[in-house]
Nanobody, 116 residues
Framework: VQLQASGGGLVQAGGSLRLSCAVS????????IGWYRQAPGKERELVAA???????NYPDSVKGRFTISSDNAKKMVFLQMNSLKPEDTAVYYC???????????WGQGTLVTVSS
């Protein structure tokens, strides 16, 4: 399984970006998908997830601003980010987590920079 993230860039505070993640290869078993981010000097954190059953999960820091979605037919995962803040600046990673084997697959990351 390989994940290719794209869509990052430089945006002013209050602006929007849409990240995309292309998933290639075969995924066996049930899985969750998500987006994480890692800012300089900080740990990687979850910003959005879709569970196998379809429920979504967001931390309070992005709730109401970020939306995760997927197109299973095209094997794509998206993260729509609105009302961006300077503290959203980070490298964003897409993730597939195979639940039974507890295996994580990561994309290479895409940099989002929000200027004030």
């Amino acid at each position: 399984v390989q994940l290719q993230a794209s869509g990052g860039g430089l945006v002013q505070a209050g602006g929007s970006l849409r990240l995309s993640c292309a998933v290639s290869g075969s995924i066996f078993g049930i899985y969750d998908i998500g987006w994480y981010r890692q800012a300089p000097g900080k740990e990687r954190e979850l910003v959005a997830a879709i569970a196998w059953g379809g429920s979504t999960n967001y931390p309070d820091s992005v709730k109401g601003r970020f939306t995760i979605s997927s197109d299973n037919a095209k094997k794509m995962v998206f993260l729509q980010m609105n009302s961006l803040k300077p503290e959203d600046t980070a490298v964003y990673y897409c993730n597939v987590f195979i639940i039974v084997t507890k295996t994580n697959y990561w994309g290479q990351g895409t940099l989002v920079t929000v200027s004030s």
